[in-house]
């Protein structure tokens, strides 16, 4: 294990001094303990993430239910899944945990902030389940947990990686990846639900 250190912004504000100048970014360390590698993770228990505000997320915190893991843009043709993906984490809140993950690595069509992201998805869609911050999820740069989840030697499944935007993993109560689903598999669609149900 290792900790790794990542810049956090801390935004002050001025409101209330008198002063009209633009509120006072500093920067911040937060620490975060990953794997070494995605090869000593044992399950995506393993993960640590920062979510949408900056703050880390350890992905044991979904310990005991399924989740369903979802690379998510914008700009996609996809995109109003986000809809069918906050219908399926409101009607099946008992099951499964909705977690996505915004990246631009597709046809460039996560171009905005963290913030720029948070806002958008909550003003067109009212999202209201996890949204972790922007992370590459593939390529030689991918993310340790998107390396885990799209290396079958390593979480014992699937070799299958996001290809395009909306891919989705599904996870079991145990935190191992039980299925892949691409993109056009629907959030509220019978594949993914049966599969939920199991």
Not at 57 to 71: C, I
Not at 116 to 134: M, R, W
Not at 171 to 191: L, Q, R, Y
Request: a negative charge; hydrophobic letters at 35%.
């Amino acid at each position: 294990m290792k900790v790794v250190l990542l810049p956090s912004l801390l935004l002050v504000s001025t409101l209330g001094t008198g002063s009209c100048n633009s509120p006072t970014v500093t920067t911040s360390v937060t620490p975060i303990i990953m794997p070494e590698s995605s090869s000593a993770a044992t399950s995506v228990y393993d993960f640590t993430l920062n979510d949408i505000n900056g703050q880390p997320v350890p992905l044991s915190r979904y310990r005991g239910k399924k989740m369903l893991l979802v690379n998510t843009a914008s700009e996609c043709g996809y995109t109003p899944q986000y809809q069918e993906l906050e219908q399926l984490s409101r009607q099946h809140a008992d099951q499964v945990t909705v977690l996505g993950f915004p990246a631009n690595n597709f046809g460039g069509q996560e171009p905005g902030s963290d913030a720029q992201i948070a806002s958008f998805c909550e003003k067109n869609f009212g999202v209201t389940f996890p949204l972790f911050s922007k992370v590459s999820v593939a390529g030689p740069d991918a993310a340790p947990l998107f390396q885990y989840l799209g290396s079958k030697a390593q979480n014992g499944v699937t070799d299958e990686k996001p290809n395009w935007n909306f891919c989705k993993y599904l996870i079991d109560e145990t935190g191992h990846v039980v299925a892949f689903f691409p993109s056009k598999a629907k959030p509220m669609g019978e594949e993914l639900l049966s599969a939920i149900g199991k």
